[in-house]
């Protein structure tokens, strides 16, 4: 079984997330592996490029474990590839076209939709870079009411989160009983319920290889 994590939007492998989920999967002896989803070209960043390049790391039974865009990233992998045993969601960015939008000033959409790229902050670089409108459109031709793969689903979600409503989740999970949702008391980072979330991932990936029990010192 093979495990990769899709990081999130403007972060990158570095991110404190990805480095101490790794570190976790090798005290369990197993490889956990991080793809940088910027590809080194952040400004014509898309989702169809994302699953792409993570679809073309696939040859055999996997995992996928996705935070926010990753996470949306990750379900719709699953719902093309049959190497996609189970995913594991943080806070997947369903629907996040209709939460992100509307957070900027529409003068500023129109010189961005006008082919103007927009100045974003990267978390993983830690600084401004630019972005096409590209992934605007490409967004737009994604229909979240076609994930309907039975695949076994994990999603943990915060109920304080800013970024993406815990909404989105729940109404996810509510109509697709291979899921298993956990709601958090935290915001979108999950930083502050490590413990709780590598929990529920060894329940969720119990196997001979990925075992169930958890002392109380490991976190992620």
Known sequence: MKYVYLHGFASSPRSIKAERLRD???????????PDLNQGD???LTLTRQIRQVRALIDEPVTLIGSSFGGLTAAWIAEGCDFVDRIIL??????????WLPRFDPKELEKWRSGNPLSIYHYGDQRSRFLNYGIVEDLEQYDEAQLQKPIPTLILHGIRDEIIPIAQSRTFAETRSWVKFIELESDHGLTDQEPEIWQAMLEFCASPNFP???TDGDIL
């Open 24 to 34: 976790r999967f090798q005290s369990l002896h197993l490889s956990l592996e991080i």
């Open 42 to 44: 952040f400004q014509n």
């Open 90 to 99: 943080l806070a997947p960015a369903f629907n996040y076209l209709e939460h």
């Open 212 to 214: 169930k029990p958890i």
